[in-house]
């Protein structure tokens, strides 16, 4: 499946003004929304929320109007069409695969929603990118660091990457440099906090990471 030119849906403005997407992923959504608080706060505004968590698509619409007009919110851990079209009805604003699922991709470009499929070697990168991925998700890339996605870009220097799956917050800096077009952040990031750790030790790891971010920019 070849995306149509003009077809592929953008990535959010969220993403690319601070290049993070941080990773809701837990057993129980007790504190989810007091997370997400935090990690607004702190200035994140691209949060994805995943189907491990139980009755994710019920609560992703009660989070998404708790939270700012103006935060991105979307699914993740999406491997079917009917997650899919589930998690675009809910009202989700992105959708995050672990794979390559191309039912989902599907989906997500007949709905104009970003998809972030996930990829490790450069076949699925590109067959990713060719189905109408927005950005590839490079998973999980704590497999091969930096040094794998850099190897990636060589060949397919056109191809946005998002590294994602054990990326440490002190790591962000490098990822950028190897040619990350965003990072993903999950547990590195959150820690404890969503069973029910210190959320003001989170919020100063989010801003650390966006700093990171700000800093890397300047350099550029």
Do not use: N
Not at 4 to 15: F, V
Not at 52 to 66: D, K
Not at 112 to 121: D, E, F, L, R, S
Request: aromatic share 4%.
């Amino acid at each position: 499946m070849l995306t149509a030119p003009g077809s592929r849906p953008a990535p959010s403005r969220q993403l690319r003004e601070t290049a993070v997407m941080v990773i809701l992923r837990a057993a129980q959504a007790t504190h989810v929304e007091a997370v997400a608080h935090a990690l607004v706060d702190a200035g994140i505004t691209c949060l994805e929320l995943t189907l491990t968590i139980p009755h994710a698509v019920e609560l992703l619409p009660r989070l998404q109007a708790a939270l700012p007009s103006e935060v991105d919110l979307g699914m993740g851990t999406v491997t079917t069409a009917d997650q899919a079209r589930a998690a675009v009805q809910a009202g989700a604003k992105f959708l995050v695969c672990p794979t390559v699922s191309l039912d989902v991709l599907e989906v997500a470009t007949a709905s104009q929603v970003p998809c972030y499929p996930g990829a490790w070697t450069p076949t699925e990168v590109l067959t990713a990118w060719e189905a109408g991925a927005t950005a590839v998700k490079l998973f999980p890339a704590a497999s091969g660091g930096p040094a794998h996605l850099r190897r990636l870009r060589d060949p397919l220097p056109d191809i946005p990457l998002l590294p994602t799956g054990g990326v440490a917050v002190d790591q962000v800096d490098a990822y950028l440099a190897a040619g990350a077009f965003a990072v993903g952040l999950g547990s590195p990031l959150i820690g404890d906090a969503l069973t029910g750790g210190e959320l003001a030790a989170l919020a100063a790891r989010a801003r650390q990471v966006l700093s990171t971010v700000t800093a890397y920019r300047g350099r550029q």
